[in-house]
């Protein structure tokens, strides 16, 4: 839900650098850094408490009350970016950035098709195809949404859902171009593929027609001789 907020406890960092880091990760702990309005702090955090952080019900948007060294004083922030090791899954490095929660910011917020199964298209065989996975939007830190769902119960083969088609809370503002496509539903691929091949099959009966035979000009009659004899 938009809103929601987590308490993030952080250790700052004095040493950096890769030994460092690879340290940090043996004992289960996040190296980050948090961006704010002054010089960015390194800090580390365990694991699974950033996970726990993150997987609340606000998500990646909840805002994060980050507390440094247990001192006390919070620092509303949100998650900037994160690193994921490709192999085992687990975040490797996290920025967080400070934010102000009377000021609106920029985020990625994750588009959910609803409705999918209902649709007329894909009950006469359709594919359902989501062309955008994100939308950007600018909103207060607090109104961010953790998601936005879109509707494609009524789509029917050929039609197409666009950015101005979907619905925001108030004080929530769409970035993103009014005309691009979100999703549509397409015709099944077996039609698709019996229409290629029937255009294929017309183009080569087309190329192995044999041109017409132009007509032959008449023969121009010769002109009558004359006898030379008067009558």
């Known amino acids: 839900?938009?809103?929601?907020?987590?308490?993030?406890?952080?250790a700052q960092r004095d040493r950096t650098g890769s030994r460092e880091t690879r340290r940090l990760r043996r004992e289960g702990l996040v190296p980050g850094?948090?961006?704010?309005?002054?010089?960015?702090?390194?800090i580390s955090v365990a694991e699974r408490e950033l996970r726990r952080?993150?997987?609340?019900?606000?998500?990646?948007?909840?805002?994060?009350d980050v507390e440094i060294d247990g001192a006390g004083k919070t620092h509303p922030s949100i998650l900037k970016d994160y690193q994921v090791?490709?192999?085992?899954?687990?975040?490797t490095h996290v920025d967080?950035?400070?934010?102000?929660?009377?000021?609106t910011i920029h985020a990625s917020v994750t588009v959910q098709l609803v409705g999918g199964e209902d649709?007329?298209?894909?009950?006469?065989?359709?594919?359902?195809?989501?062309?955008?996975?994100?939308?950007?939007?600018?909103?207060?830190?607090?109104?961010?949404?953790?998601?936005?769902?879109l509707d494609v119960s009524g789509l029917a083969i050929g039609e197409a859902l666009r950015v101005s088609?979907?619905?925001?809370?108030?004080?929530?503002?769409?970035?993103?171009?009014?005309e691009t496509v979100l999703a549509s539903v397409t015709a099944p691929t077996r039609a698709i593929e019996v229409e290629a091949a029937e255009g294929e099959e017309a183009a080569e009966a087309a190329e192995g027609e044999a041109p017409a035979a132009a007509a032959e000009p008449a023969e121009a009659e010769a002109p009558a001789e004359s006898s030379g004899e008067e009558g």
Do not use: F, W
């Open 33 to 42: 850094v948090l961006y704010g309005n002054g010089d960015p702090v390194a």
């Open 53 to 64: 952080a993150l997987t609340g019900e606000g998500g990646l948007h909840a805002i994060l």
């Open 85 to 91: 090791d490709k192999i085992r899954g687990g975040v």
């Open 1 to 10: 839900m938009a809103g929601e907020r987590t308490k993030l406890v952080v």
């Open 119 to 149: 649709a007329p298209g894909v009950r006469e065989g359709g594919v359902l195809q989501q062309q955008l996975r994100e939308l950007s939007v600018e909103a207060l830190p607090l109104e961010v949404p953790p998601a936005i769902e």
């Open 165 to 178: 088609d979907v619905t925001v809370p108030e004080g929530v503002k769409l970035l993103d171009d009014p």
């Open 96 to 103: 967080l950035q400070e934010v102000r929660l009377d000021q």
